[in-house]
């Protein structure tokens, strides 16, 4: 049984940071592209960042470049979202998925070709 369960969210300040952390269980880990989505209330589900199965590429929305790192750890099934600079804007439940071998931007960057989700982590941020 596949399992993504996301940590880390929480209260944070404009201009701090948080680091969210997604453990997986239950799939072959190297052999997936990892992403972040979010959703704020009241809105669409919104791709935020991804990092191919290798490591080797990583892809942000506009918005979160400089600000946000994603990584991933494959010796421990874990990804990570570091998010710096943080602004009241970036409140919304954070999603951690997994998509088999997904590796063209196109699809890297729509929710709809990953298989896997976790059940998400509330980010707050404060002004």
């Known amino acids: 049984q596949v399992q993504l369960v996301e940590s880390g969210g929480g209260l944070g300040q404009a201009g701090g940071s948080l680091r969210l952390t997604c453990a997986s269980s239950?799939?072959?880990?190297?052999?997936?592209?990892l992403g972040w989505f979010r959703q704020a209330p009241g809105k669409e589900r919104e791709f935020v960042s991804a990092?191919?199965?290798?490591?080797?590429?990583?892809y942000y929305r506009d918005s979160v470049k400089d600000r946000f790192t994603i990584s991933r750890d494959n010796a421990k099934n874990t990804v990570y979202l570091q998010m710096n600079s943080l602004k009241p804007e970036d409140t919304a439940v954070y999603y951690c998925?997994?998509?088999?071998?997904?590796?063209?931007?196109?699809?890297?960057?729509?929710?709809?070709?990953?298989?896997?989700w976790g059940q998400g982590t509330q980010v707050t941020v404060s002004s």
């Open positions: 998925a997994a998509g088999y071998r997904l590796r063209i931007y196109q699809r890297i960057v729509r929710s709809i070709n990953y298989e896997h």
């Open positions: 239950g799939l072959a880990f190297s052999t997936y592209a």
């Open positions: 990092i191919s199965w290798s490591g080797g590429n990583a």
